[in-house]
T-cell receptor, first 108, second 114 residues
């Protein structure tokens, strides 16, 4: 498959388990954050976003948590499936900066 | 189907030979942007456009040009490509701005400059 980033942090999880992917952002002035998923050979795909007036937001099988005190985001994926295998990265908006990503591998 | 399309998907060229990568979106989005993605680095913004005839430099604009004559199209032009522009390029669009709305990305164009 296509390599979208060498030496990425890697997370391996068993199918059916929950996954937690973390991201530290840099600017306390950022007020909008997004998680993207990038499968091999494809462009990034929006998963979920959160604005700074919230601490938690839930989607379908995904939850994003925002801790503004320590400038930290996390993405939780419930009941991880093989189709969740991808690189996940976060983005903040002030300025617009994308993280390098974490590679999630799901073990069937 | 709502999408961002890019062409070509793969391109191998030689130093100095002008090339254009096309980008088109069918979602009537105001905002469009170009990024490059290199191993070990996050996406880096090359240029962006808030609307027709409005373009601005991103973080790594050197060696690139763009134009936004129509809302749906945002071509990326390399007037004189060099090997350090070998990269994976993504076009993206957003409703009204990448700092307040999610972006929709194209499938990518892998460029090799020899």
């Amino acid at each position: 498959g296509e390599s979208v980033g060498l030496h990425l942090p890697t997370l391996s999880v068993q199918e059916g388990d929950n996954s937690i992917i973390n991201c530290a952002y840099s600017n306390s002035a950022s007020d909008y954050f997004i998680w993207y998923k990038q499968e091999s050979g494809k462009g990034p795909q929006f998963i979920i976003d959160i604005r700074s007036n919230m601490d938690k937001r839930q989607g379908q099988r995904v939850t994003v948590l925002l801790n503004k005190t320590v400038k930290h985001l996390s993405l939780q994926i419930a009941a991880t499936q093989p189709g969740d295998s991808a690189v996940y990265f976060c983005a903040e908006n002030t300025p617009l900066v994308f993280g390098k990503g974490t590679r999630l591998s799901v073990i069937a | 189907e709502a999408q961002v399309t890019q062409n070509p998907r793969y391109l191998i060229t030689v130093t100095g030979k002008k090339l254009t990568v096309t980008c088109s979106q069918n979602m009537n989005h105001e905002y469009m942007s170009w990024y490059r993605q290199d191993p070990g680095l996050g996406l880096r913004q090359i240029y962006y456009s808030m609307n027709v005839e409005v373009t601005d430099k991103g973080d790594v604009p050197e060696g690139y040009k763009v134009s936004r004559k129509e809302k749906r199209n945002f071509p990326l032009i390399l007037e004189s490509p060099s090997p350090n522009q070998t990269s994976l390029y993504f076009c993206a669009s957003s409703l009204a701005g990448a700092t307040t709305y999610e972006q929709y990305f194209g499938p990518g164009t892998r460029l090799t400059v020899t």
